[in-house]
C-alpha cells in the first residue's frame, strides 16, 4: 500500500528531509559481516544477551574495548529493526521495509554471532545454556534482551489479529494492519488501548491516535469517526509539562480519554472489546468498534523470569546509575529488560549505553564505576503528520531538554528529526557505538547560551 504523504510546505524542511534520506542511503552498512565464519568458542571475555538496540549498541563499544573476537552476541532473529518508526509505518507516512535489516548487517564486523536462543542464565558459573544446548562461558555478561509482547494475555488475541479492522503497531506482524484498519475506516468508534503493565515507549499508544484523527480530518472522515482512548493509566503522560500540551491537544480535537480501563477482551468476530475498571476488577463494559489498536502488556522475557539475576517482578536487577548487576559485578543490564525506573525507549538506550561503557571500563580495571545515569529519556511525541512535541526528561520525570526553545511546542522541525534524523542516528551512529544520546548536543546550546 501506498503510504500517506505528509503535507509539507516549507521548502527547507523538504530539504532537511532529503537530505537525512540521501545520508542515510549513503552510510548504510556495506560491510558484509564476517563473525559467523569464525570458529565457535564456548568462551568470551564479553558475551551479549539480545541482539537489538542495546545489544547491538554494547557489542560494537565493548568491540573497542577489547577486541572484536573476545565479544559474542547470542541472537536467533535473522532481521533487526528499528522499531520506534512502526509509529509511523501503522499510520501510512513510513513503508514497514524501510525498518529493517539483516541482523548480519548490523553485528560488528568480526564479532562472533551465535544464531541460537538464550535458555538458561548460570551466573553463579559464569555461564549461559542455549535452546540447542550448547553452553557458553564468558567473564563478562551484558544482558539485553529486550520486552516481552504478552498479547495472549488479552483473550482473543493474538488469534484476533486474523480479522479485519484491528491492528498493532508493536509487532511486525500487526503494524500494517493498523494502516489498513485506517484506510477502511468508515465511522464508528476509534479505540486506542494502553495496558496494565510497564511498556515501550509509553508514548506511542497516543501517538497513532493523534495521527489516525489528522488522517480522519485530511480524508473527509472526521465527523464519522468518534475517537477514543482507553489507558489503565490514572493521566495522559507521566510529566506535567507535556501532560498539559497533550491535554490541549485533546480537548480542541474533541477525542476522548477513559481512565484506569484495561483490554481484557476482544471479540474481534463482532468488532467488540472488553474493557475492566483498574480499580474495581470484575467491573467491565463492551465496546464496539470500527478500528481497535491494540498495545499489549508486557512483561521481561520467560528466560529472565526463571534466572536468578532478576528482581521480584522479574526485570534485571541493576544499579540504577551504574547497570551493574546488583547481586553479580561481573554482569550488567541495558535497555528493555531491566528494572531502571525510566521510560523504555531507544534513546534511553541509547543514554545508557554510553554510561554502562564507562561502568564496564572501569570495572574491567578493577575500579569502581564513577559516572551516573540520571534516568535520561526521550519520546518524540508523534501529534498530526508534520508535528512532534519532543518529550525529554529524567528520573525524577523533570524535563531535560536539548534545545533552546520550549519543546512543549509542536513542531515541524521535530518531526522531521523523528522521522528522518533519528533513524539515521540510529544506523549509523548509535549502533556503531559512537551515539550516547544527546547530552553532548545539551552542553553544545548551554555553553552557546551562556
Known sequence: ?????????????????????LGAQQAS????????????????EVLVLGGGSGGITMASRMKKRVGAENVAIVEPSERHFYQ?????????????????????????????????????????????????????????????LGIQLDYGKIKGLPEGFSQPKIGSNYSVGTVEKTWKALQDFKEGNAIFT???????????????????????????????????????????????????????????????????????????????????????PGETQVISYEMLHVTPPMSAPDVLKKSPVVDDA????????????????NVFGIGDCTNLPTSKTAAAVAAQSGILDRTMSLVMKNEAPMKKYDGYTSCPLVTSYNRVILAEFDYNLQPMET?????????????????????????????????????????LFHLGMS
Open 1 to 21: 500500500m501506498t503510504p500517506l504523504v505528509a503535507v509539507v510546505s516549507s521548502p527547507h524542511a523538504r530539504l532537511f528531509t532529503c537530505f537525512f534520506r
Open 194 to 280: 494502553f495496558p496494565n503493565t510497564p511498556i515501550k515507549c509509553a508514548g506511542a499508544p497516543q501517538k497513532i491516535m493523534y495521527l489516525s484523527e489528522d488522517y480522519f480530518r485530511k480524508t473527509g472522515k472526521r465527523s464519522k469517526a468518534n475517537i477514543i482512548f482507553n489507558t489503565s493509566l490514572g493521566s495522559i503522560f507521566g510529566v506535567k509539562k507535556y501532560a498539559d500540551a497533550l491535554m490541549e491537544i485533546i480537548q480542541e480535537r474533541n477525542l476522548t480519554v477513559n481512565y484506569k480501563q484495561n483490554l481484557i477482551e476482544v471479540r474481534a468476530d463482532k468488532q467488540e472489546a472488553v474493557f475492566e475498571n483498574v480499580d474495581k
Open 403 to 443: 534545545f533552546p526553545f520550549d519543546q512543549s511546542k509542536q513542531r515541524l522541525s521535530m518531526y522531521l528529526m523523528k522521522a528522518d534524523m533519528m533513524p539515521f542516528l540510529y544506523w549509523n551512529m548509535m549502533l556503531k557505538g559512537y551515539w550516547g544520546g544527546p547530552a553532548f548536543l545539551r552542553k
Open 84 to 144: 520506534p518508526i512502526w509509529t509511523l509505518v501503522g499510520a501510512g507516512a513510513k513503508q514497514l521495509s524501510s525498518s529493517g535489516r539483516p541482523t548480519a548487517s548490523v553485528i560488528p564486523s568480526g564479532v562472533e554471532w551465535i544464531k541460537d536462543r538464550v535458555a538458561e542464565l548460570n551466573p553463579d558459573k559464569n555461564c549461559i545454556r542455549t535452546d540447542t544446548g550448547k553452553e557458553i562461558s564468558y567473564k563478562y555478561l551484558i544482558i539485553a
Open 314 to 329: 522479574g526485570w534485571v536487577d541493576v544499579d540504577k546509575e551504574t547497570l551493574q548487576h546488583k547481586k553479580y559485578s
Open 29 to 44: 552498512p556495506l560491510q558484509l559481516h564476517t563473525g559467523t565464519s569464525l570458529a565457535a568458542k564456548n568462551y568470551h
